[in-house]
Nanobody, 121 residues
Framework: QLQAFGGGLVQAGGSLRLSCAAS????????MGWFRQAPGNERAFVAA????????YYAHSVKGRFAISRDNAKNTVYLQMNSLKPEDTAVYYC????????????????WGQGTLVTVSS
């Protein structure tokens, strides 16, 4: 089970940190991803971190502004979002899949409920 939180309203140029807490004993064996979905759009890849290395991957639109990290001791994955833009406005979802990180939403097995991020101009 995944629970995402940390969304909110922020001005353009501001920062937010999203967290996703996972239940279970095998968190460290799962790759974790963040996706987002704006109204009328498909769910889009944002960032992912693999289980073991841990290697990180980013969408081109957020590279250099967002950072994904994980704390296996706390069963939590984070998404630090800096220099936010109005186009970052979306519901953000965390997701999990075994071992290797992927960038396609259909390759993830478990999903959190989503947290809304609104960036005002």
């Amino acid at each position: 089970q995944l629970q995402a939180f940390g969304g909110g309203l922020v001005q353009a140029g501001g920062s937010l940190r999203l967290s996703c807490a996972a239940s279970g004993r095998t968190f460290s064996s799962y790759a974790m991803g963040w996706f987002r979905q704006a109204p009328g759009n498909e769910r889009a890849f944002v960032a992912a971190v693999s289980a073991s290395t841990p290697s990180t991957y980013y969408a081109h639109s957020v590279k250099g502004r967002f950072a994904i990290s994980r704390d296996n001791a706390k069963n939590t994955v984070y998404l630090q979002m800096n220099s936010l833009k109005p186009e970052d406005t979306a519901v953000y979802y965390c997701a999990a899949r075994p071992s290797l990180a992927r960038t396609q939403y259909f390759e993830y097995d478990y999903w959190g409920q989503g947290t809304l991020v609104t960036v005002s101009s």
